[in-house]
């Protein structure tokens, strides 16, 4: 760790300072006015205490490496940096109440994780500076960040540090963090659009009217006098500035990172090439200009600005909505709910920010409303839809005392609920957040299109300057248009971009099926899996039994009296046999026949009502025949003997043979590896299709199952429950848990199934191939495209205006390309 030796002086060397800029932040220094430091025995100059405070923190922790990487901010930091005191504005984030807010409980230790977002993030050396930074601050134990979505995700121990001293750390370093909440993310989102549609449009403005001016010089007009042309010339200079000032400003300052950061990463990113080609061309046609000969390329420059804005603007469009999924959960909350003052005494409601609702709190949601917190129903039952979470369509009872969860929709009576968790806390944050985790895993393909863009940017500004020195001897006057084409019409954004933008897409269509991807790779994964091992209960199956027959049907006893006469013994039991009964009554629209005599509950036996009896073989004192794959019998019984038996199947789960056909049309062998008897495991796989099966497995016989796959060369896909096939799921190479969102988390899935159905796994097989082929097509494009357009422009073939617009174009294919896999 480097040494950090302070000098807390002002200088007035006005020699020294003259022309000088901050070492953190870059502002020019006054001479009258700069504060210096010795930094690791080297004296540095700073505009301000809060910089000279920020360059010291990094110093003093070994991190002076970002100064080499980082990108250039002319933001200055407040004054109180220099001090270690929390100040008094973040303090309020320690109340339990915010904190019940922005954090979510993690394990037993009493560990806390929250999802921050960060502001002025440019480049990677920043993401790398606030990782860094973190992971030093005492009581951290997890940092993950996310350049694309502007988050961190940090797990931390409450009683180590706090919420408050974790924005402050932050802050120490030169940036801005708040806890994360969807609208203002959503806010953010909205003037990052705003921001980048205003370039757009004074680009625009700009290429229309230099364009106007230039029109004579396109139609060889010879009767304009010097004078006008003149004119016409400044006035295209002067719409040019604001074009490369500001429409321009974020390529060259991109630029400029990527050139300070290549003695770490050697390599350059793709707006090097763009900003030296504008560049080039605006210095060169001021010279012209002035010099009054040549061409002034004003109208080329204005051109290709507003082109590749206009690239990058639809690029933006694609992005935010394939990484929308969280803020789409998340703005589904309600700004406003209804709180009940001093419950039960009274039944006065106000309206309130949901921002400002409280654990313990009591709250009305009226019908047709949505749920705005985590809570538990203290009075009027209610039937809430719960599809956004779990995908269920139907609608469920909540009877006194059921938890009701934040963004469901309220649908009979206005409900009374105690909150127990708002904001980070809420199970929907909970989904949210696995959302979010998938973009934190960068997956193969992605990072090595990266890596080759880099690279490609090398060898493009080599080749350039060579093309450009050999027609300097062919050729002098084509030099200059030679290079700056060169430089233009490569495309390395459409290769950087090929990969990144169909995953960034296929993940927003999936997230729509009701697939939750956790991890980055999943899609890449899917492609090359060629063995599926399912569970049964709960994956395979529902886990919720059907009536399928009754049997024993007494002589003079009609079938549709005995369901009848035992959905009435049965009615108000919550047992899945008891709700099988009167689901199958409600199908055939029986009318429940009245009993003269009270339902007694006779404990691990059955139901009694007068004479009649309804339970087991054994109370009822018949033999049961074993039928292989069932769920279970009950028998009805009065004081005569047996009058019926009533046999219950699991039922498969609904998608089933959608999944099966579209993996044997890919010819990926499924398998059936399950915990129950292996005859009930034989049978379900008899019927369904399924030809490798084995029953009576324990969680680690699944895990060798998967091993001896594995090992054999195959790339295994499984699907379990999430909790009890945890091992399967950990050892697969792709693993999907069929279940309700956050709680599984813990199951260490690479995706979770929110719907009830396992259709939506097809699809994603489907749109995984189609992916695939979309990124095939991109990156063929784009190579296509350089190996045409780069020889071209080094033979004098292009200008500088057909190249940018052609290097403008060639990116707009590959987003619009990878665009189309949202309606898949």
């Given at each position: 760790m480097s040494v950090v030796a302070v000098g807390l002086k002002k200088t007035r060397m006005m020699g020294e300072i003259l022309n000088s800029v901050c070492y953190h932040c870059g502002s020019p220094l006054l001479p009258s006015d700069a504060y210096t430091a010795d930094l690791g025995g080297v004296s540095r100059s700073f505009c301000c205490a809060g910089c000279m405070a920020i360059a010291q923190t990094i110093h003093g922790e070994g991190l002076e490496v970002f100064y080499a990487r980082r990108a250039q901010s002319s933001d200055k930091p407040a004054e109180y940096l220099v001090s270690n005191e929390i100040p008094a504005k973040l303090l309020p984030y320690d109340d339990p109440s915010l904190l019940g807010r922005f954090t979510r409980p993690l394990g037993e230790k009493g560990d806390l994780e929250t999802t921050l977002r960060l502001e002025k993030i440019r480049c990677a050396a920043c993401v790398w500076l606030c990782e860094q930074h973190l992971r030093h601050t005492i009581g951290v134990k997890e940092v993950q960040i996310n350049y694309v979505t502007q988050k961190v995700k940090i797990t931390f121990s409450s009683e180590q540090t706090s919420l408050a001293r974790l924005l402050f750390e932050i802050e120490r370093i030169g940036y801005e963090a708040w806890p994360f909440e969807p609208s203002l993310s959503l806010d953010r989102a909205k003037k990052e659009k705003r921001q980048l549609l205003t370039r757009l449009g004074v680009a625009l403005l700009g290429m229309m009217q230099v364009m106007m001016y230039a029109w004579p010089s396109y139609m060889g007009a010879n009767d304009i006098t010097v004078e006008y042309d003149l004119l016409l010339g400044w006035t295209s200079w002067a719409l040019t500035v604001p074009v490369m000032v500001y429409s321009a400003g974020p390529i060259f300052q991109a630029a400029w990172r990527s050139v300070r950061s290549f003695r770490q990463s050697r390599m350059l990113g793709m707006d090097v090439p763009i900003a030296l080609a504008l560049a080039l061309a605006f210095i060169a046609g001021t010279i012209n200009l002035i010099a009054g000969s040549g061409q002034s390329y004003f109208d080329s420059i204005t051109m290709f600005v507003a082109f590749i804005l206009a690239a990058r603007y639809v690029e933006l469009l694609a992005r935010q909505d394939a990484q929308g999924g969280a803020e789409a959960l998340a703005k589904q909350l309600p700004a406003t709910c209804e709180r009940v003052l001093d419950y039960p005494q009274s039944q006065q409601i106000e309206l309130?920010?949901?921002?400002?609702?409280?654990?313990?709190?009591?709250?009305?949601?009226?019908?047709?409303?949505?749920?705005?917190?985590?809570?538990?129903?203290?009075?009027?039952?209610?039937?809430?839809?719960?599809?956004?979470?779990?995908?269920?369509?139907?609608?469920?009872?909540?009877?006194?005392?059921?938890?009701?969860?934040?963004?469901?929709?309220?649908?009979?009576?206005?409900?009374?609920?105690?909150?127990?968790?708002?904001?980070?806390?809420?199970?929907?944050?909970?989904?949210?957040?696995?959302?979010?985790?998938?973009?934190?895993?960068?997956?193969?393909?992605?990072?090595?299109?990266?890596?080759?863009?880099?690279?490609?940017?090398?060898?493009?500004?080599?080749?350039?300057?060579?093309?450009?020195?050999?027609?300097?001897?062919?050729?002098?006057?084509?030099?200059?248009?030679?290079?700056?084409?060169?430089?233009?019409?490569?495309?390395?954004?459409?290769?950087?971009?090929?990969?990144?933008?169909?995953?960034?897409?296929?993940?927003?269509?999936?997230?729509?099926?009701?697939?939750?991807?956790?991890?980055?790779?999943?899609?890449?994964?899917?492609?090359?899996?060629?063995?599926?091992?399912?569970?049964?209960?709960?994956?395979?199956?529902?886990?919720?039994?059907?009536?399928?027959?009754?049997?024993?049907?007494?002589?003079?006893?009609?079938?549709?009296?005995?369901?009848?006469?035992?959905?009435?013994?049965?009615?108000?039991?919550?047992?899945?046999?008891?709700?099988?009964?009167?689901?199958?009554?409600?199908?055939?629209?029986?009318?429940?026949?009245?009993?003269?005599?009270?339902?007694?509950?006779?404990?691990?036996?059955?139901?009694?009502?007068?004479?009649?009896?309804?339970?087991?073989?054994?109370?009822?004192?018949?033999?049961?025949?074993?039928?292989?794959?069932?769920?279970?019998?009950?028998?009805?019984?009065?004081?005569?003997?047996?009058?019926?038996?009533?046999?219950?199947?699991?039922?498969?789960?609904?998608?089933?043979?959608?999944?099966?056909?579209?993996?044997?049309s890919r010819n990926i062998a499924v398998h059936l590896v399950s915990g129950d008897d292996p005859a009930t495991v034989a049978w379900w796989a008899e019927r369904v299709g399924i030809k490798s099966y084995r029953g009576g497995c324990t969680p680690e016989d699944k895990y060798d199952y998967i091993e001896r796959l594995q090992k054999a060369g195959r790339f295994v896909w499984a699907i379990g429950d999430g909790v009890n096939d945890a091992p399967l799921l950990a050892r697969a190479d792709i693993s999907i848990a069929v279940g309700a969102g956050a709680p599984l988390a813990s199951a260490g899935a690479d995706a979770i199934l929110t719907a009830s159905s396992l259709e939506p796994l097809s699809k994603v097989l489907l749109l995984a191939d189609k992916t695939q082929m979309v990124i095939k097509e991109n990156l063929i494009w784009a190579l296509i495209y350089n190996l045409v357009a780069i020889p071209a422009a080094m033979m004098g073939l292009v200008n500088p205006w057909v190249a940018g617009v052609g290097m403008s174009l060639s990116s707009l294919a590959v987003t619009l390309n990878a665009w189309r896999l949202r309606k898949a």
């Amino acid at each position: 760790m480097s040494v950090v030796a302070v000098g807390l002086k002002k200088t007035r060397m006005m020699g020294e300072i003259l022309n000088s800029v901050c070492y953190h932040c870059g502002s020019p220094l006054l001479p009258s006015d700069a504060y210096t430091a010795d930094l690791g025995g080297v004296s540095r100059s700073f505009c301000c205490a809060g910089c000279m405070a920020i360059a010291q923190t990094i110093h003093g922790e070994g991190l002076e490496v970002f100064y080499a990487r980082r990108a250039q901010s002319s933001d200055k930091p407040a004054e109180y940096l220099v001090s270690n005191e929390i100040p008094a504005k973040l303090l309020p984030y320690d109340d339990p109440s915010l904190l019940g807010r922005f954090t979510r409980p993690l394990g037993e230790k009493g560990d806390l994780e929250t999802t921050l977002r960060l502001e002025k993030i440019r480049c990677a050396a920043c993401v790398w500076l606030c990782e860094q930074h973190l992971r030093h601050t005492i009581g951290v134990k997890e940092v993950q960040i996310n350049y694309v979505t502007q988050k961190v995700k940090i797990t931390f121990s409450s009683e180590q540090t706090s919420l408050a001293r974790l924005l402050f750390e932050i802050e120490r370093i030169g940036y801005e963090a708040w806890p994360f909440e969807p609208s203002l993310s959503l806010d953010r989102a909205k003037k990052e659009k705003r921001q980048l549609l205003t370039r757009l449009g004074v680009a625009l403005l700009g290429m229309m009217q230099v364009m106007m001016y230039a029109w004579p010089s396109y139609m060889g007009a010879n009767d304009i006098t010097v004078e006008y042309d003149l004119l016409l010339g400044w006035t295209s200079w002067a719409l040019t500035v604001p074009v490369m000032v500001y429409s321009a400003g974020p390529i060259f300052q991109a630029a400029w990172r990527s050139v300070r950061s290549f003695r770490q990463s050697r390599m350059l990113g793709m707006d090097v090439p763009i900003a030296l080609a504008l560049a080039l061309a605006f210095i060169a046609g001021t010279i012209n200009l002035i010099a009054g000969s040549g061409q002034s390329y004003f109208d080329s420059i204005t051109m290709f600005v507003a082109f590749i804005l206009a690239a990058r603007y639809v690029e933006l469009l694609a992005r935010q909505d394939a990484q929308g999924g969280a803020e789409a959960l998340a703005k589904q909350l309600p700004a406003t709910c209804e709180r009940v003052l001093d419950y039960p005494q009274s039944q006065q409601i106000e309206l309130v920010p949901v921002v400002n609702c409280r654990p313990e709190e009591i709250l009305r949601v009226p019908p047709g409303e949505v749920v705005p917190a985590d809570g538990v129903l203290i009075a009027c039952e209610s039937a809430v839809d719960e599809s956004l979470l779990t995908g269920e369509s139907k609608p469920i009872d909540k009877k006194i005392g059921d938890r009701i969860y934040a963004g469901t929709h309220n649908i009979l009576n206005p409900l009374i609920m105690r909150v127990e968790a708002v904001g980070q806390s809420t199970r929907i944050a909970g989904i949210a957040s696995l959302l979010d985790q998938a973009l934190l895993a960068k997956p193969l393909m992605v990072s090595l299109a990266e890596k080759w863009a880099g690279y490609f940017v090398g060898f493009l500004l080599l080749g350039a300057f060579l093309s450009s020195a050999i027609w300097l001897y062919i050729d002098p006057s084509k030099a200059w248009i030679v290079l700056v084409s060169v430089l233009v019409a490569s495309c390395p954004c459409a290769l950087s971009l090929a990969v990144p933008t169909a995953m960034a897409a296929a993940q927003g269509a999936v997230t729509r099926l009701g697939l939750l991807v956790v991890r980055g790779h999943v899609m890449e994964g899917l492609v090359k899996a060629n063995d599926l091992v399912l569970d049964k209960t709960g994956t395979l199956t529902m886990g919720k039994p059907e009536l399928q027959e009754i049997v024993n049907l007494r002589t003079g006893y009609r079938r549709e009296d005995a369901l009848a006469l035992a959905a009435a013994i049965e009615a108000g039991q919550r047992h899945p046999l008891a709700l099988s009964l009167l689901r199958a009554t409600e199908l055939e629209n029986l009318a429940l026949p009245v009993l003269s005599d009270p339902v007694r509950n006779q404990l691990g036996k059955g139901l009694s009502s007068g004479s009649y009896r309804l339970g087991s073989s054994t109370w009822i004192g018949v033999h049961q025949n074993a039928e292989i794959g069932q769920y279970g019998q009950v028998h009805l019984a009065d004081a005569q003997g047996l009058i019926a038996s009533f046999v219950f199947l699991d039922t498969p789960r609904l998608g089933l043979e959608d999944l099966l056909a579209t993996a044997r049309s890919r010819n990926i062998a499924v398998h059936l590896v399950s915990g129950d008897d292996p005859a009930t495991v034989a049978w379900w796989a008899e019927r369904v299709g399924i030809k490798s099966y084995r029953g009576g497995c324990t969680p680690e016989d699944k895990y060798d199952y998967i091993e001896r796959l594995q090992k054999a060369g195959r790339f295994v896909w499984a699907i379990g429950d999430g909790v009890n096939d945890a091992p399967l799921l950990a050892r697969a190479d792709i693993s999907i848990a069929v279940g309700a969102g956050a709680p599984l988390a813990s199951a260490g899935a690479d995706a979770i199934l929110t719907a009830s159905s396992l259709e939506p796994l097809s699809k994603v097989l489907l749109l995984a191939d189609k992916t695939q082929m979309v990124i095939k097509e991109n990156l063929i494009w784009a190579l296509i495209y350089n190996l045409v357009a780069i020889p071209a422009a080094m033979m004098g073939l292009v200008n500088p205006w057909v190249a940018g617009v052609g290097m403008s174009l060639s990116s707009l294919a590959v987003t619009l390309n990878a665009w189309r896999l949202r309606k898949a």
